[in-house]
């Protein structure tokens, strides 16, 4: 079920979860701001999720509320795994799914990391 991306953050949300290491992961990738690891049911060859450390449920949340030197952070992380990846030069796809009409599952935000292969259209039809 999709989430209301107006809730308040839920600190039992599994990616809070795995941020504690209470739950494990696959990770690729941790800074001061940022954590990285493999969805655990990847869409893509290269599916890597990259959350932020702090505890905010969306890209709304997160835009509104985090201060600038956590969202210089997070954007760096984020680069930061793609070119690690290798995925710059082939192209890759940045995805985050906001609230009801964008799918979010997990209400930590988190964007999506697709790659390896050419990923089609950018919605599906
Ligand atoms: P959303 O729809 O919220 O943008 O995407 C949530 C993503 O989290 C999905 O792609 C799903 O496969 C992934 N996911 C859900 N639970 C877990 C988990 O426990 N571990 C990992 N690594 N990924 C998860």
Excluded: C
């Amino acid at each position: 079920m999709p989430i209301d991306a107006t809730q308040p953050y839920d600190d039992a949300n599994i990616f809070a979860r795995i941020l504690r290491g209470e739950i494990p992961a696959k990770r690729v990738y941790e800074d001061a701001f940022a954590l990285a690891f493999h969805d655990i049911a990847p869409q893509a060859p290269v599916h890597v999720l990259v959350i932020p450390k702090g505890a905010y449920v969306s890209w709304d949340d997160f835009s509104a509320r985090a201060p600038d030197a956590e969202i210089a952070g997070f954007v760096r992380a984020v680069g930061h795994v793609a070119r690690e990846h290798g995925l710059v030069e082939p192209g890759y796809r940045l995805l985050a799914n906001v609230g009801g009409h964008g799918g979010q599952e997990v209400p930590h935000l988190h964007v999506h990391l697709f790659g390896g292969v050419p990923l089609g259209p950018m919605l599906s039809r």
